[in-house]
């Protein structure tokens, strides 16, 4: 599998189950988009043929950086709210068809939320960061998140790295908590590391809790069981803050097939500065 890392990412729109459409701002969310970018190699912003949105200054930036690109999906009809869930889901779909384990999805309150129809409750992994990771504020310019994830490649590929290890950790139940917990404090170093490379650029930084929802092998369940860690020396770098990770059982794409990715992200940010 390709170290490249790619997110389907969207508007903070809000769908409901009767397919009405709330669109909270037709741009992406600002801080949504600096941490998708630091985090991700590649995003792609799905487009139809019913409606579409404008590409704001920072998004046909990231275009022209060759980091931005727009899959066209075919949609047969339906609701404003159908449209817009069938184009994002089937971007991934076809994103991930021709790249497994390299793409996932971005949902929720930053950018689409809709009913979890697609989703199969129990046979997957939820695997939740709180507080845990610094992230670029919304008014740091975007070319200097680029030269920072440029400069700090092996720093974000390692807290990546270490991430992945633990959703294989999970794929492989037979491993246990034993083997979770040790991926974990490799994991906190990792984090620690980017924290001290965050703090050297001089950047307004803000910390993000993060849900990651993992496909399991049919029949399989979470390693050892809910398992809950603290991340203290997280915690300590981030002015003390009760940084912890959370794995238990979640929810998992009907179609999907088990990777070692996350098929999809949730994040939520903290006002908190530093």
Not at 15 to 34: A, C, F, H, T, Y
Not at 173 to 195: F, N
Not at 201 to 230: E, P
Request: hydrophobic residues 45%; proline residues 5%; contains cysteine.
């Amino acid at each position: 599998m390709s170290d490249e890392r790619g997110l389907v990412i969207s508007p903070p729109i809000e769908i409901s189950p009767n397919g009405g459409v709330l669109v909270k701002n037709p741009n992406l969310d600002p801080q949504e988009m600096r941490w998708n970018l630091l985090f991700w190699d590649k995003l792609d912003f799905p487009e139809q043929f019913a409606f579409g949105f404008n590409l704001s200054p920072d998004l046909q930036f990231l275009v022209d950086c060759k980091i931005l690109q727009r899959t066209r999906v075919n949609v047969a009809g339906g609701t404003g709210g159908d449209v817009l869930r069938a184009a994002h889901v089937g971007a991934f779909r076809l994103l991930e068809g021709k790249e497994p384990g390299q793409w996932s999805i971005a949902t929720g309150e930053r950018s689409l939320s809709f009913p979890d129809i697609d989703l199969e409750i129990g046979r997957g992994a939820l695997i939740q960061l709180h507080r845990a990771i610094p992230v670029p504020d919304k008014d740091v310019p975007l070319q200097d998140i680029l030269e920072f994830r440029t400069k700090r490649r092996t720093e974000l590929l390692a807290l990546r790295h270490h991430l992945e290890n633990i959703y294989q950790r999970i794929l492989a139940a037979g491993d246990g908590a034993l083997a979770i917990k040790s991926e974990v404090e490799a994991l906190q170093a990792a984090i620690a590391d980017h924290i001290k490379a965050s703090k050297e650029t001089g950047f307004k930084f803000r910390s993000v809790s993060l849900n990651a929802n993992l496909n399991l092998v049919k029949g399989a369940a979470v390693a050892g069981g809910a398992l809950a860690l603290g991340l203290p020396v997280v915690g300590a770098l981030l002015a003390g803050t009760a940084a912890s990770i959370n794995i238990g059982p979640g929810t998992a794409l009907q179609w999907g097939k088990a990777t070692g990715t996350p098929f999809r992200y949730v994040s939520a940010y903290h006002e908190a500065v530093f």
